[in-house]
């Protein structure tokens, strides 16, 4: 379990950013978009992130300076990216289940993050672990309530799935 909880962890610092003010300017900026739901806009173009600026410019690289940044995030920042790097992943072996209706552009991000993530946390591994990531909508009720259960015991899902408003 605790190499769930820390591997959730790696992918949450490695693929948020953190927030500032956005949508009050008119010139280039490093102020994020903000989209319908409340969220910073992502896109991944050549397998590298690019997040839509309050001016609707994909931007490559942030501008921010450290110290725009909360101290507790750019020390895990460095924490982690100071970790050595396995490209090929070795401790780690991936099982995806995507259920049909989870859409594909998304689905092409979140892999390239879990590996990401992944290429950071091998190296602290004795052992190869299994990692399942599984992708669903909120049209898989009834899959959660079924199916689910066969390939992750609840309490290593629950919080997360119980959030849902089924």
Avoid: C
Wanted: hydrophobic fraction near 35%; proline fraction near 7%.
């Amino acid at each position: 379990m605790r190499t769930r909880i820390l591997f959730l962890a790696l992918a949450l610092t490695l693929t948020q950013t953190p927030a500032v003010e956005a949508n009050k300017h008119t010139k280039s900026t490093s102020a994020p978009a903000i989209g319908p739901t409340g969220g910073y806009i992502y896109r991944y173009v050549a397998n590298k992130q690019q997040r839509k600026d309050a001016n609707n410019k994909w931007q490559s690289k942030d501008s921010r300076k450290e110290n725009s940044f909360d101290p507790i995030r750019v020390a895990a920042y460095k924490a982690i990216y100071s970790l050595p790097l396995d490209p090929k992943i070795s401790n780690i072996k991936f099982e995806y289940t995507v259920k049909p209706g989870y859409p594909k552009q998304i689905e092409q991000v979140v892999r390239l993050q879990v590996e990401k993530v992944a290429a950071r946390f091998s190296p602290l591994l004795s052992k190869q672990e299994t990692a399942k990531v599984i992708l669903i909508t909120e049209k898989d009720k009834n899959w959660v309530k079924t199916s689910l259960l066969t390939i992750v015991p609840p309490e290593y899902y629950g919080g997360s799935i119980e959030n849902l408003d089924w």
